[in-house]
């Protein structure tokens, strides 16, 4: 399986909304309304922000939701602040019990 | 409260094979449902999936992967153990464990372990 493709970085001012993009195939992305989104601050482990697509787990901010259109899915962060700023992942299920990640999308917030 | 700790050797040489252990609280993995797997990251560079282990034993694994990985599971102390063979530079990562929760997302993460492969 080929990683699903993110931009490398994002930014946006604090307040502003930023959508980060996670493009795969019919295989993954377009054939399973199972994306997931996960932030990681540095030197710490990955924290689920979204579910099957765009479902928000509890204890994550309600500024964030997700999206899907075909082949690509998207998260979007509304109300950009400081404590957003860290490495955002796509992940999805591929279909026989395996899963791909996406390349993986810096935001920063300026 | 669900956590998950990966424990191994921080280094290991090349040709070797590497054994790391994840040890979970808050669920157990022979209840109907429950699955753990094992993700990983070189420095700087992106997650990678690895493998899945089941409540009912099946087991699943990345396609790049799978002649050198297996995953197992010892249901009494709450552990799953991750073995990949012939250990390369390359395979510097931290390598974290997680629940998956319905079987399509990660729901709870370990805190990763940095495992350096040099000789």
């Known amino acids: 399986q080929s990683a699903l493709t993110q931009p490398a970085s994002v930014s946006g001012s604090p307040g502003q909304s930023i959508t980060i993009s996670c493009t795969g195939t019919?295989?993954?992305?377009?054939?399973?309304?199972?994306v997931s989104w996960y932030q990681q601050h540095p030197g710490k482990a990955p924290k689920l922000m979204i579910y099957?697509?765009?479902k928000r787990p509890s204890g994550a901010s309600n500024r964030f939701s997700g999206s899907k259109s075909g082949n690509t899915a998207s998260l979007t962060i509304s109300g950009l602040q400081a404590e957003d700023e860290a490495d955002y992942y796509c992940?999805?299920?591929?279909?026989?019990?395996?899963?791909?990640f996406g390349t993986g999308t810096k935001v920063t917030v300026l | 409260q669900v956590t998950l700790k990966e424990s191994g050797p921080a280094l290991v040489k090349p040709t070797q094979t590497l054994t790391l252990t994840c040890t979970f609280s808050g669920f157990s993995l022979s209840n109907s449902g429950m699955r753990v797997s094992w993700i990983r990251q070189p420095p700087g560079k992106a997650l990678e999936w690895l493998a899945r282990?089941?409540?009912?034993?099946?087991?699943f694994y990345s396609t790049s992967l799978k002649t050198r990985l297996t995953i197992s599971k010892d249901t009494s102390k709450n552990q799953v153990v991750l073995t990949m063979t012939n250990m390369d530079p390359v395979d510097t990562a931290t390598y974290f464990c997680?629940?998956?929760?319905?079987?399509?997302?990660?729901?709870?993460w370990g805190q990763g372990t940095l495992v350096t492969v040099s000789s």
């Open positions: 099957d697509v765009s």
């Open positions: 282990i089941d409540w009912d034993d099946d087991k």
């Open positions: 992940c999805s299920y591929a279909g026989s019990s395996t899963y791909v």
């Open positions: 997680a629940r998956i929760w319905d079987g399509t997302y990660f729901d709870s």
């Open positions: 019919s295989s993954d992305v377009g054939g399973y309304n199972y």
